[in-house]
């Protein structure tokens, strides 16, 4: 084997690792370019379905605001039964605790005038 035979032997197989590293680093390329994708897509879908159980959460608020609107003209009990239906049928917990904030202080209302109705009907039974 003379030199011009080894110098092209030697190129050739440098040539062959380029060609080699170049389709690696293709291959990889579109590797990260499919997960970049991948997770945009997958990050779009959380942020789509945030908003969605944003907008259900918001027409539940409404749907309840109108039944407190006529809950707070109507009697203690109503309110007292309304406070409590919705403290057990709110999907998330602090919408729950609020409700059951409420729930306890329409509660001590309602005792406080079973209270006062009881002691008008003792007043009411000792007159006669």
Known sequence: MDNNELKEKLAKEKTSRIRSITVGTTII????????SFFTGYVNIRKDNHDHLRQITAIEMEFAEKFM????????????RFSEYFMHIYPTAAQRDRWHGYYLIIKDEYDQLQQGSDSHEIAILDTE
Do not use: Q
């Open 29 to 36: 390329t579109a590797l990260i370019s499919a997960l970049v």
């Open 69 to 80: 609107d006529t809950a707070l003209v109507e009697d203690v009990n109503l309110r007292l």
